[in-house]
């Protein structure tokens, strides 16, 4: 297993944190994995399912959104910000000769490469794990401490044991995106993954984002995982399932390797 340091610029000019993820035998096709809300790419999920997927022929760039983890910036520019992340990720990839076919998103970030794979050519494939229906899922775990602030404004949030501080753009932001046409038009293969017994996002957003889905599209259900897939079996198990899937859409794994 090899990881290298793959740092990019995000569109405002700061300096983004990422890590390529390769297995011990060639490369036969590059993704990009976007973590869940608030975390980073050392989050488990983000660690062990791109580790898997390198053992399996994928290279996997997981990277820290604007100012989260190793990355500079400002944290808060909402769903419209991870989205613009996603889209900066794949062209440094591309640009570096690795343009990714595959998009993964964990969670909140699921919503964002389902927002930002319509402006990127190269990706054929899509996969969500955990993930919300609708952008404004995210606002349930941010309290009311955000509603009816005026303009400009910002308070201090905790979300999951850390302060952020987020303010009426962050919610205008959120709630101007269309999830639902961009899934319905999303023209590129999806995998759903998630569990039932998710506490965090119910499986009800799956259903969701399935039925909304053109073919091709597929559902795999992670049985008794949590929603941050925290056990080794679960996050290793769904990479097996994406790389299974993802062969029809990145080629066959015993073709050629990519450079």
Known sequence: MTAMDFDFTNAAGRELAGVLETGPGPVHAWAVFAHCFTCDKTSLAATRVSRALAVQGVGVLRFDFTGLGESEGAFGHGLSGDVRDVVRAAEAMAASGRAPRLLIGHSFGGAAVLAAAGALESVTAVAVIGTPFDAEHVLTHVGPALEGLAPGRRVPVSIAGRDFELGADFVED????????????????????????????????????????????????????????TRQADADYAAAVIAAWASRYLGDPGSDPVA
Not at 175 to 185: D, E, F, K, P, T
Not at 209 to 215: K, L
């Open 174 to 229: 959120i709630r101007s995106h269309n999830q639902l046409g961009r899934i319905a038009g999303l023209g590129r293969a999806l995998l759903v993954l998630h569990s039932p017994l998710d506490d965090i996002v119910s499986i009800d957003n799956a259903a969701e984002i399935f039925q909304t889905a053109r073919h091709p599209k597929s559902f795999v259900s992670l049985d008794d995982a949590d929603h941050l897939l």
